[in-house]
């Protein structure tokens, strides 16, 4: 239970109602997500709407954001995130033990492109003033500035959103730990938090 109450759809100002519902039912199992962001509407008709809207436009392959997103959230020990995340970049040819690993220098199933995603999202997380201009040489290779803008936005948002979710303590929607044993992960590979919920 989080450690704020849930704020259903009906409580929700009308003109956020619409992003609250397309948010819950199509971007992924986040309803649990939402009734906390709905304490702020301003969070739902910004954050959320433009997500979706990123989503939508697909500039940057949902293999390198899923590879971003789970690194991040593995690096913050986000169990809700990285329970949300691993069916997701399974979905995209990883295997679940390479999900696991994602950490790892010399993680497995990773490709050249995979890992220079991997170590920026790392490098923004840990130590944005360290970086050189080396890595984005190499990013420029692979993406377009706009790609390594959404890129970093993504990665950096990413981190919002663990401290987010662990500072109110998100619980798991019911079948996101099932979803994501389905898709080959093991629940040892999980934060510890992430039973928690349950």
């Known amino acids: 239970m989080a450690r704020v109450r849930d704020v259903e759809i009906e409580e929700v100002p009308e003109n956020a109602r619409s992003i609250y519902r397309d ?4 971007y992924g199992p986040f ?7 709905a304490h702020r ?38 169990a809700y995130c990285v329970a ?8 995209q040819g990883l295997a679940p033990d390479t999900a696991a690993r994602i950490l790892e220098p010399d993680c497995p199933g990773l490709d050249e492109t995979d ?4 170590d920026y999202a790392v490098q923004v997380t840990t130590r944005p003033q360290m970086m050189r201009d080396e890595i984005f040489d190499r990013l420029r290779v692979h993406f377009t ?3 390594i803008v959404e890129l ?13 979710n662990e500072a109110l303590q998100i619980g798991m929607e019911d ?6 044993l389905s898709k080959g992960a093991k629940v040892e590979d999980l934060p510890e938090p992430a039973m928690a919920g349950e």
């Open 175 to 180: 079948g996101v730990i099932e979803d994501l």
């Open 23 to 26: 948010f819950a039912a199509s």
């Open 41 to 78: 509407p301003p969070a739902l008709r910004h954050l959320m709407a433009m997500l979706m809207e990123m989503a939508e436009e697909a500039v940057l392959p949902k293999r390198y954001l899923e590879i971003a997103v789970v690194a991040v959230s593995k690096l913050n020990e986000c």
């Open 145 to 147: 500035e706009e790609q």
């Open 31 to 37: 309803l649990n997500q939402v009734k906390i962001f």
């Open 115 to 118: 890992r220079l995603v991997r």
């Open 84 to 91: 949300h995340h691993t069916p997701r970049l399974v979905e």
């Open 152 to 164: 970093t936005l993504r990665t950096a948002l990413c981190g919002f959103f663990n401290r987010f």
